[in-house]
């Protein structure tokens, strides 16, 4: 759901999941195995880290929530009715990156450009159910110029902390 490699700058997109678990997936910190008795499980990416320094690479994952300050819309991006209106089909069980792309870059353009200043709900952005081995959660991608008119941290970036990695196998275990 990246914007298209030719529509680089058409639009900015936060991801957001319906559960930490989603998130983890998602952000490929996260992936499938099987435990002792075969049954599913998650297991954590390892922290690439700096082999002389030993620092790790990138920041370590952080939670964030996200509140929304009134009613509003997502498009399911594998609706039937989208795809007959856009004519873009995406596929199942696997569908291809570049149409999702061309299918968010057809949401931005006639529905997000064209304004929804009529509508009683807005339309934020797009949700899909997540493709990834064993994630069923549900993502939702928000486009950034409806961002900031429409939702609200719950955290304060400055009081956010590290990803609780009990907590999320915890979830894991009872979902």
């Not at 298209?4 to 997109?13: D, H, I, Q, V, W």
């Not at 009529?118 to 991608?141: E, K, V, W």
């Amino acid at each position: 759901m990246d914007p298209p490699s030719t529509e680089r700058g058409a639009y900015g997109l936060l991801y957001t999941a319906d559960s930490m678990v989603t998130a983890g997936f998602e952000a490929r910190i996260v992936r499938p195995v099987k435990d002792a008795a075969g049954h599913n499980d998650i297991e954590f990416v390892p922290e690439l880290v700096d082999h002389v320094t030993g620092v790790p690479l990138k920041p370590p994952p952080m939670t964030a929530e996200h509140k929304t300050n009134q009613a509003v819309v997502f498009i399911d991006l594998e609706s039937p009715a989208i795809a007959a209106a856009s004519g873009v089909m995406i596929g199942s069980p696997v569908p291809r990156i570049a149409k999702w792309r061309n299918l968010a870059l057809w949401v931005y353009d006639e529905l997000i450009v064209k304004g929804d200043g009529n509508a009683i709900l807005p339309l934020i952005g797009m949700s899909y159910i997540s493709t990834l081995q064993d994630c069923t959660g549900r993502n939702f991608a928000i486009f950034e110029e409806r961002r900031d008119a429409h939702i609200v941290r719950g955290v304060p970036p400055s009081s956010q902390v590290p990803l609780d990695v009990a907590e999320l196998h915890r979830l894991w275990a009872s979902a």
